[in-house]
């Protein structure tokens, strides 16, 4: 799923990297912060990971709430420290997740936390003399972010990662049911219609919950390590499904 957010990530993130003469021609500069937004457990890390191994660059990752710290300077410090690697590895990606726990609306927040923005905004200011490196941030709270950072310039493209849709859902369901021991009444299709609403990461949990459903089947149904004998037993059937539907439910 998502191919309109790995649309946008490719124009964004690879174009630059691989069509620089082209940028060059049309005398135009490429984003140089891209903002991922969207649910929890949409998949935002995951397209930035992904992102990453596909340009081949170097990836740095780190969590907003690492970088916070209660010694004065110390924050600020961290995200010096983690653009100079940044530069250092380039062509790299400096990827900032739960951005929103160090970002947060000036006036608003701690004072360490207005620091924090404070070094940010240099930090992001300074990368348009520095394509080879590119910021990139995820956020499941856009709207709690402080607007300096969305400017242009800055975390200037905004790519939505939404919940997935239903032909999204069978995707993500296939991939997580590949090589399980299905029963033959198991019905994918039917599933993604029913899991509307659903996350990626609610989907892996509903396939996970299922598995369990399967294994503890088998497991209590012979005494102590003698139901490993019987791994052969283990089938998921569409009613360990629908019964991991009653709890793994979706959060939004």
């Known amino acids: 799923g998502l191919a309109r957010a790995k649309e946008q990530l490719r124009e964004t993130v690879e174009w630059p990297l691989l069509y620089g003469p082209l940028f060059e021609v049309a005398r135009t500069d490429p984003p140089s912060g891209i903002l991922l937004h969207g649910p929890p457990g949409t998949g935002k890390t ?21 970088l916070l710290d209660r010694y004065v300077g110390e924050s600020e410090k961290a995200v010096r420290k983690l653009f100079e690697r940044a530069r250092q590895a380039s062509p790299s990606i400096a990827f900032l997740d739960e951005i929103d726990a160090v970002a947060g609306r000036r006036g608003e927040n701690h004072e360490v936390t207005e620091r924090v923005v404070s070094q940010l905004l240099t930090e992001l200011d300074g990368l348009e003399s520095n394509p080879n490196v590119v910021a990139l941030a995820a956020t499941n709270r856009r709207e709690a972010l402080d607007p300096a950072l969305l400017r242009p310039g800055r975390l200037e493209s905004h790519v939505e990662v939404p919940l997935p849709d239903e032909a999204a859902r069978l995707a993500i369901l296939e991939v997580h049911a590949q090589g399980k021991p299905l029963a033959g009444d198991v019905d994918l299709e039917a599933l993604a219609a029913e899991t509307d609403g659903y996350s990626g990461a609610e989907l892996t949990a509903l ?23 019987h791994a052969e037993e283990i089938i998921l059937s569409q009613g360990d499904f629908e019964a991991a539907l009653d709890s793994v439910g979706p959060s939004q």
């Open 207 to 229: 396939v996970r919950e299922a598995s369990m459903r399967a294994i503890e089947r088998v497991a209590t149904a012979y005494e102590g390590e003698a139901a490993n004998d």
């Open 46 to 66: 995951l397209l930035a990971r992904a992102l990453a191994g596909e340009t081949g660059v170097n990836f740095i990752h780190v969590a907003g709430p690492e």
